[in-house]
């Protein structure tokens, strides 16, 4: 009986050990060797080079998680691989140095040991493989627009309103940054609301005088964009692009509406990010609905054309 117990422990050590050993090792050997390198700056100030289909795992790794659809996953690989290629057909006319940072400056990235920090051991491993198997099967695809690679935004979620247009965030147009649905089937999956007293917000806005109690005139909605989120709000007399505000503070979106105490402005918000290009929660609610990777990077992209990128040997 005895005997029996050692087996079966040596047997299960075998399992939780030994195999999910063996899989990884397969799916690194497995994986995507190509020659094309890209260059990335490292948080340490160093610069690596990968292949950049290996650079992909991390960027879906880091930029959608791994529990989406399959479809999904695709379209953040293609996503990710368009955006990674235009910057490297600039690397002539910006030569910094280097292509890409680890940051959402350019695309977030994880390493394999920030991958298995965030995920866990046996997480890595299932996970890993299931992000890898959506850049191979999408292997050298892009999104192609008048010649050259579009600049294939995305973010987290629209909230409860479509995507927007890109001359509408960054001032300029882009065909294939339109006004088009979300995708998503909860337009609430994200809402926040911040407050902030008097002294908090002349600090925010760096605003020299001393702090009042508020008043109904001190926020005011003065342009929206096509979509029907804010464009352009003042605030305590000072005229700010929305999207300026967003940043200096702290909000989630711009999709925004606010009440007003004397001692308290109450902004809430709607959606995570820019809402530019592919919503990543629509992408997921589409692919449940069985759209194939061709059929969201159509929605969010109209008029892009998908192409395999061609590399050199």
Request: hydrophobic share 40%.
């Amino acid at each position: 009986m005895k005997k029996e117990w050692v087996w079966l422990i040596a047997l299960s050590l075998c399992v939780v050990l030994v195999i999910p050993w063996s899989i990884l090792r397969w799916q690194k050997e497995k994986g995507p060797t190509e020659d094309v390198q890209i260059r990335i700056l490292m948080p340490d100030g160093k610069i690596i080079n990968l292949a950049l289909e290996d650079y992909l795992l991390g960027v879906v790794a880091a930029e959608m998680p791994a529990e989406f659809e399959a479809e999904a996953l695709k379209a953040q690989a293609v996503a990710a691989r368009t955006y990674a290629a235009r910057r490297l057909s600039q690397r002539n006319s910006s030569e910094v140095g280097y292509d890409v940072d680890t940051t959402v400056q350019t695309q977030a990235w994880l390493s394999d040991a920030q991958m298995r920090a965030k995920w866990g051991w046996f997480n890595y491993v299932r996970y890993r493989g299931k992000l890898q198997k959506a850049v191979l099967a999408t292997r050298g695809m892009v999104l192609v627009a008048n010649g050259e690679y579009i600049e294939a935004f995305y973010h987290s979620s629209s909230g409860r309103k479509v995507t927007e247009r890109s001359e509408d965030v960054w001032g300029s147009p882009r065909p294939y940054l339109q006004n088009v649905s979300s995708g998503e089937d909860n337009p609430l999956r994200y809402v926040k609301s911040i407050s902030y007293t008097p002294e908090e917000l002349f600090k925010k806005l760096e605003i020299k005088g001393f702090p009042r109690s508020f008043t109904s005139k001190d926020i005011q909605m003065l342009e929206r964009t096509a979509a029907g989120r804010a464009k352009s709000v003042r605030v305590l007399g000072k005229v700010y692009l929305a999207t300026q505000l967003r940043t200096l503070l702290g909000l989630p979106s711009t999709d925004m509406e606010w009440v007003v105490q004397p001692e308290r402005l109450t902004i809430t918000t709607y959606g995570n990010g820019h809402a530019v290009g592919m919503s990543q929660w629509g992408a997921n609610d589409l692919a449940k609905k069985n759209h194939k990777v061709e059929e969201i990077l159509a929605h969010y992209y109209p008029g892009a054309k998908l192409m395999q990128l061609g590399y050199q040997r």
